[in-house]
C-alpha cells in the first residue's frame, strides 16, 4: 500500500515520498508525516538472518513505496558500503547489564552517518524521479557535527555539491580540522569570522531570498538542505531499531515477541523518533527511555505536559544534545494530537511566539510508551568511569548520558526487561571529555594527545576518520565576513 506525506501543520496537501525528501520542510512550515506507519511485512525470524543492507531495504521499501527496487537497493548499497568500519554497519555489543547499539563506525565516528550517507542518493534520485535537471546545492550552517557529517555524505555524489559555513572561531579544533581536510571535487568549507547564528540566519536568508533562487535556476541549480527533519534522514534512522532487535533474537538472546528497551540520548528528537516507528512497525518495544543532558527540557515534557524552552541555555560535554527546540517531537505531538494538523499548528505557534506550549490531559495520556530521564555533568562523567571499570568498555559522552539514565530507571523500577543504548558517537570524537571522566590526571591534555591515551586504555585502535585528519592536507581555507555569506555563495557557483 502507497505511503504519502502530509504536513504536521495542515492536512490538505499529500506528496509523495520523493517529493517529501526534496522540499524537506512542508511549505506551511510543517513536517511531513507518514499518513500510516506500515507494518513489516516479513517476519522477524527472517530478517534476523539478514544482513544490514537487507533489512535497510525491508523497511526503506515500506516507507520509500514510489522508489523502484532498484532504485533503493542502489540507494543502500552507495551508503553502508566500506565507509563504514565493520560490515555489521551497527555492531550490537553487550556490556555491563545492556546492549549498546554502536551507531557510530561510519566516515565521522558519530550516528548523523547512519543518515547522512544515504540521504544525498535518496536526494539525487528523488531528483531524478521528479525530472529535476538541476545540480543539487546542499547549504549548511553547522556548530560543528553536521557539518562534517554531510560533507562526507555528499562528498563526489553526481548531481549535487556542498557548501558548509562554520564559525571559524566556535568550533574545536578537531571539528575544524575535520572539516578543512574533506576530499571531493564539490565540496566548500568556507569559516566565517561571525557565531553559529549567524551562520544559520546567513543561510536561512539565503534559502528565502527569490532573486537568489532565480539566478540559480538560470545556471542549473537549486538549493536543498540536509536538516534533520528530512524524513529522508528519519526513515534510515528506523532501520537499525530492526536489525537490533532482530540480531537479539537471531542471537538467542530474547524469544519470539518478548520486549526490549530503548534508551536514546535525545537533542533534536529524531534518533528515538525512529525508535517509535520501529514500534509502529511491529518490533516488540517496552519503553521508549529518552535520555536528556541538564538541558531537560524533554524530561519535564514527559513529567508534566508542558514544553517551555525559556530557560538558560547550558554547555555541556554533549554538545550535540545541547538543544532547547527538539523539533522532531512535532511529529509525535501531531500523532498524539489524532493527526489534528490545526491543533499541531496551534501548539507550534505558541512555542515560536511564546516559548510554552502545554498538551491536552488526552494526549498525555497517549506517551505511556515515554520514559523521560536526564543526567548532569558530573553523573555523566562517573557513568563513563563505572563503566570503564566494571566492562572495560568505553563510551562517549552521549552514550554516557543514556548509560546513566538507564541505570537511575532500572533502580527506580526495578524493571528487568532487556535493554538497547543507542551509542551515539566513538569515545575518540570527545577524547577530552572521555579520559577527564576516568582520570582526572589527563586534565590540560591537548586532544590529539588524547587520542594515543584512549587507545591505550580502551584496546579499540584509532579510528581511520581520526588518524586521518592528523596528516591529512588542509584543502579549505576561505574565510568569509558574515555579510559576505551570499557573495562567497555567488562566486562559488560562477553566479
Ligand atoms: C545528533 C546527536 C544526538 C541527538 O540525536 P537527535 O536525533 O537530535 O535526538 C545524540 N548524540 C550525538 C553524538 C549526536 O550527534
Redesign the pocket.
Known sequence: MEVMYQSTRSGEQKVTASQAILKGLADDGGLFVPDHIPALDVSLDEIAKMSYQETAYEVMKLFFTDFTEEELKNCINRAYDDKFDTKEIAPLVQKDEAYYLELFHGATI???DMALSILPHLLTTSAKKNKITNEIVILTATSG?TGKAALAGFADVEGTSIIVFYPKNGVSKIQERQMITQKGANTKVVGITGNFDDAQSGVKAMFNNKELAEAMNSKGYQFSSAN?INVGRLVPQVVYYVYAYTRLLGRGEIAEGEAVNFV?????????LAAFYAKNMGIPVGKLICASNDNKVLFDFFETGVYDKNREFILTT?P??D?LI?S?LERLIYRIAGEDAKATADMMNELSTSGVYTITPEMKKQLQDFVGGWADEEKTAAEIKQVYENAGYVM?T?TAVASAVYRDYKKRTGDTVKTVIAS??SPYKFATSVMTAINDKYEGMDDFALIDELSKVSGVSIPKAVEEIRSAPVLHDTVCETADMQKTVEKILGL
Do not use: L
Not at 264 to 272: A, S
Open positions: 558519530a550516528f548523523k557535527d534533520s536514546v540520548p535525545t537533542g533534536n528528537f529524531g534518533n528515538i554533549s550535540s544534545m538543544i527538539s522532531n562517549d552521549h551515539t558517537a
